[in-house]
């Protein structure tokens, strides 16, 4: 739907006027949708059959006034049949063998009634003849005969363009109030950070030319916004249809909902939505319903009716807000008893910004089908990729699976108990004996342990057709089970295993040359596993799902790499940005005397204890000691609490909640002149996305270069990039450069705001190497180097002595 300003008419076509004004029902029913006639003969037939001519895909529309408002509602009817006693107006229904014995429904009788009301229009009918054609694979053509009048089509069709009001008002509001305001939106902040006005000027570029971008905006620049309003702008000029602002974090989603706000104080009336993941949101999640009868109508109230109620709880939303937050949705959602979730899903489509999680468009498993999917009409999308460093690990996560011998020998065994499991005890065996059958594919490594447990390794570059045979075997059967025994005890156990295989399964439909199968034996077990090693093929067809895209992140170092291993291509734009901060505010201070590898670590923790003292000697204030490891940083821990027992400590610990997580950041107070340390781990949930302006944090001390730990997986990987590139591209894509990463998130923890100074000190000794020293930020201007703990201290005492 939407309103042609020069036509002052809503333009609509008759398939989805129907389909919005006819939506009713349960969340959980089948949904009202119409099926492509698979037969290339089907008019040859009905012209041999009908005995008359027979007129196929008739151009039929209709313009009228309906409430104030001028409709033009067009479509294709399936055919018209000109006969003596008049004109029959065809409506082709595709349907299986269940299908065929049912009557037409309400969608198909609803298009056939207002075809037939456009060609008595066109023709100036008071009378039409209409008829439903049944086409049904390896069947007779079925007919349903119809006799119309005119003035009761016309009553018909006016109905359902009074349901469809409400959405046509706002449809008109948006075309001639919002767009407008979207493209003249301003800048909701007074002055421009340096490079802000080359990043919007160069988002907009990209967005108009159909490009991708990538950025590396240091901490500071206002990276959201940057992007956001270009964007904003691009939707207003109609250089774009919906804008996707897509994050890792819960943390960034708020703060892209923030700006979306901003940019609505300062005049663009458009509208945002926030979707936040269904178990976040689901009403009944601690309601004692099981998860199989959760979203069911005949359990959960929210699901029940739910189309009955839906269009009142959008309209409501839309009429009175522009920004839809989860709380308001919540809210919303209560009151009119619809599922909060769908509710989100439902609200997008009448948005104009939507923010969430990378998920919702590169998942296999659970990407937006409504915006993405095969059967969607090609509109033109703008994607926002915020802290775009994230998204390789992710895709590889996403493109990746595995299954373990185990899961299915558990699973067995419980079949094999249950004497109401009937057929489905030999569902498990065919996968048990196609993944033990693995361990012959191992023996060339297989090796014992100190227990005398054997351990194993194979690797091939395809999958094991007999494992894949048995897995589809598998979840066909499975699947089948689940959906007639919703209610057996076994439900509970068997659907998690299912839904694993149907991953795996679907990962494995992806796999080419940038994937891994391997196997993997050890603690008595057999993994198998599904690897993606490169995901830049896959990102770069999914990014073809927008018509641009923009990512960035503070740390994209180096930018060539993130541009290749995130789907680039050649012809993609990079831009790197300088710090809008001072650099003589931060100092940053290489303790070239530490050794920091893995081997040396339990030695040198007392040294690692002085490093810390050495930094914080000189003025009083937070600091955070990040560590390569848990237990690297144990043992500092207890080190530096031994040697200087009254400092404040605060130590990350192992799984902590997310309260846990609250409290631990809160213990970094605005106190100045107090001195506080905390222990965590680099690349952990304290090394980025954390925000403590001010004297919360004046410094960092980083230990170790962020190397990730060796295994399997990144060996695998740096094999893989050595073959594809030059000698020593395979260790880089594999470990220096998303360590690197890691310690410039760390780093970029200290420079929050313009009025912030601070110091970041890197401990290892390979940072005064030229291969380390090449990646270091631009604005990292003037970093020196210390060969041991005194000359270290009196660096960072000089650095604030200048700033007293």
């Known amino acids: 739907m939407r309103y042609n300003k020069e036509s002052c008419a809503i333009e609509i076509s008759l398939e989805e006027l129907c389909l919005l004004a006819l939506r009713r029902g349960d969340l959980d029913s089948p949904p009202l949708k119409i099926e492509p006639i698979d037969d290339e003969g089907i008019y040859y037939r009905l012209q041999s059959e009908a005995g008359a001519y027979y007129n196929p895909n008739m151009e039929l529309s209709c313009t009228s006034s309906r409430g104030g408002i001028y409709y033009t509602v067009s479509t294709l009817a399936d055919g018209v049949i000109r006969r003596a006693e008049g004109s029959v107006v065809d409506k082709l229904k595709s349907v299986g063998a269940k299908g065929y014995l049912a009557p037409p429904d309400d969608l198909t009788l609803a298009m056939l009634k207002c075809s037939a009301y456009f060609l008595c229009i066109k023709e100036d009918l008071p009378y039409v003849k209409g008829r439903v054609s049944y086409v049904c694979a390896g069947k007779k053509l079925k007919y349903f005969y119809y006799d119309f009048a005119r003035v009761e089509l016309m009553g018909f069709y006016n109905s359902l363009l009074d349901r469809v009001e409400r959405r046509a008002r706002l449809a008109i509001l948006r075309e001639t109030e919002e767009l407008e ?160 979730y769908e509710l989100s899903l439902d609200l997008s489509e009448l948005c104009d910004v939507i923010i969430c999680d990378y998920n919702y468009v590169f998942d296999p498993s659970v990407y937006f089908r409504r915006y993405f999917g095969n059967d969607r009409k090609a509109e033109k999308y703008v994607f926002l990729v915020d802290e775009a460093h994230n998204l390789a690990d992710r895709a590889r996560d996403m493109y990746s699976a595995q299954l373990s011998l185990s899961e299915f020998e558990s699973i067995g065994a419980v079949l094999a108990a249950d004497s109401s499991a009937g057929e489905l005890e030999k569902l498990t065996a065919p996968v048990i004996s196609a993944i033990r059958s693995v361990k012959k594919l191992c023996r060339d490594e297989l090796v014992r342990d100190e227990n005398g447990e054997e351990m194993g390794f194979y690797m091939s570059s395809s999958p094991i057709e007999k494992i894949i045979d048995a897995l589809t075997a598998f979840k066909k059967k499975g699947d089948l089970w689940l959906y007639k025994n919703e209610n057996s005890p076994i439900y509970e156990l068997l659907a998690p295993l299912c839904a694993s295989v149907r991953r795996f399964l679907c990962v494995c439909e992806y796999f080419d040359s940038n994937f891994r199968f391997y196997a993997q034996i050890s603690g008595g077990d057999i993994a198998v596993r599904i690897y993606c090693l490169d995901p830049s093929d896959i990102l770069d067809s999914l990014f073809c799902r927008a018509s641009a895209s923009v990512l960035f992140s503070a740390t994209l170092t180096p930018i060539d790499y993130f541009r290749d291993v995130l789907g680039g291509a050649k012809n993609a734009i990079t831009l790197s940005l300088p710090s809008p901060f001072c650099s003589e505010d931060l100092c940053v201070a290489v303790a070239d005397y530490v050794n920091t590898r893995l081997d040396t670590r339990e030695d040198n923790a007392k040294r690692f204890a002085t490093v810390i003292a050495a930094t914080v000697t000189s003025r009083a204030g937070n600091y955070i000691a990040y560590f390569p490891s848990y237990q690297c940083l144990e043992q500092t821990y207890a080190a530096f609490v031994k040697k200087y027992p009254k400092v404040e400590t605060v130590c990350q610990k192992k799984y902590m909640s997310a309260k846990e997580r609250d409290e631990f950041l809160a213990a970094f107070k605005d106190d100045v002149g107090h001195l506080r340390v905390g222990f965590c781990v680099l690349g952990g949930v304290f090394s980025e996305g954390v925000d403590l302006p001010g004297s919360r944090l004046i410094g960092s001390i980083i230990f170790g270069v962020g190397l990730p730990g060796l295994s399997n997986e990144r060996n695998i990987m740096r094999e893989y990039f050595d073959m594809r590139g030059e000698e020593g591209m395979g260790y880089d894509y594999a470990y220096t450069f998303p360590g690197m990463n890691d310690v410039l998130q760390a780093a970029g923890r200290v420079i929050r705001t313009a009025n912030d100074c601070g110091v970041v000190v890197l401990a290892d000794d390979r940072y005064a190497t030229p291969k380390y020293r090449a990646l270091f930020p631009k604005h990292w201007q003037g970093v020196q180097y210390a060969g041991n703990a005194s000359s270290l201290a009196e660096i960072i005492r000089r650095f604030w002595e200048n700033r007293s």
């Open 181 to 340: 305001s979207a493209a003249n939106a301003t800048f909701p902040y007074g002055e421009l950070r340096e490079g802000q006005e080359m990043m919007i000027r160069e988002a907009y570029s990209a967005i108009k030319r159909g490009k991708r971008l990538f950025v590396e905006a240091p901490t500071g620049t206002g990276k959201t916004i940057s992007a956001l309003f270009p964007a904003v702008r691009a939707l207003g000029k109609g250089e774009c249809d919906k804008i996707f602002y897509l994050t890792p974090k819960t943390a960034t989603r708020r703060e892209a909902f923030l700006a979306a706000a901003k940019l609505h104080s300062a005049g663009a009336l458009t509208r945002t939505v926030m979707i936040s993941a269904k178990e976040q949101t689901c009403p009944c999640r601690n309601s004692g319903i099981s998860n199989r009868n959760a979203c069911s109508s005949v359990y959960c109230e929210y699901s029940r009716g739910y189309y009955d109620r839906v269009e009142g709880a959008l309209c409501e939303m839309l009429e009175n807000y522009r920004g839809y937050s989860r709380s308001l949705i919540e809210q919303v959602a209560k009151k009119h008893r619809v599922c909060p």
